[in-house]
C-alpha cells in the first residue's frame, strides 16, 4: 500500500421510503402493527383495536418502502395534562431495521403532531431499541418527575412491571425522552 493513501469510509446506503397516513379502514396493517408490538416483545402490545383508533384520530405514521411492504410505524398513542403527548407503538418489521424507517416515522409524526397542534410537547417512553433511534434523533433524556404522574398508571399493565416495595419509588424500565425540540 502507498505511504499516505487515504482510506475512504464506505458510504451508507440510501434507503427510499414512503410515508402513509393511514386510516380507520386500513383493518389489514393494524393487523400487522399489533402482531409486530406482540412478536418483538420489548413494547407495550397493542390490540388491533389499540392500532385501529390511532388511525382512525389521524395520530399514526405508516413508512412503507418502494414495493409499498410495510416497514414501520409510529404514532401518538395517550394525551396527558400539560399539553403532553405519547408518541409510541414505534415498531419496525425485523427485515428492514437500521435502515432509517424507525427514525422517518418519528419525524413524520412529529410534523403531523405540530401541524395539529404547534404548543404540543412530545416525549416517548424508550426501551433499549427505541433508545437508539431517539437518540440518533436528537432527543434529550428526561427524568421521570418531569412527566405529569399518569404517564405512568398504564406501566401496570406492562410485561415487565414489578410491584414496588413499600416505600420505594417506582421507577419504568423504560427511558422517558423529550421529541419536542427534535429538528424535523
Not at 386500513?26 to 383495536?49: E, I, R
Not at 404514532?75 to 409510541?88: C, L, Q, R, S
Not at 419525524?107 to 433511534?133: C, H, Q, W, Y
Amino acid at each position: 500500500m502507498e505511504k499516505g493513501a487515504i482510506f475512504m469510509e464506505k458510504e451508507k446506503p440510501t434507503y427510499d421510503f414512503n410515508v402513509y397516513f393511514p386510516t380507520g379502514e386500513d383493518f389489514g396493517m393494524a393487523q400487522v402493527v399489533a402482531d409486530w408490538t406482540k412478536k418483538y416483545g420489548n413494547m407495550l402490545p397493542k390490540s388491533v383495536d389499540e392500532i385501529l383508533s390511532f388511525f382512525k384520530a389521524g395520530n399514526s405514521i405508516l413508512i412503507t418502502n418502494q414495493e409499498s411492504v410495510l416497514v414501520s410505524h409510529a404514532a401518538i398513542t395517550f394525551a396527558y395534562p400539560g399539553n403532553w403527548k405519547e408518541v409510541g407503538g414505534l415498531v419496525t418489521n425485523e427485515d428492514f431495521r437500521r435502515m432509517g424507517a424507525a427514525s422517518v416515522a418519528v419525524k413524520e409524526l412529529i410534523k403531523l403532531a405540530l401541524r395539529k397542534d404547534p404548543t404540543i410537547r412530545l416525549f416517548a417512553l424508550a426501551n433499549k431499541v427505541s433508545a437508539g433511534v431517539f437518540e440518533k434523533l436528537g432527543a434529550e433524556k428526561m427524568l421521570s418527575t418531569q412527566l405529569p404522574s399518569e404517564v405512568w398508571d398504564p406501566c401496570k399493565t406492562c410485561p415487565n412491571y414489578k410491584t414496588p416495595k413499600e416505600r420505594v419509588i417506582f421507577q419504568c424500565c423504560d427511558i422517558p425522552y423529550n421529541l419536542t425540540n427534535i429538528a424535523i
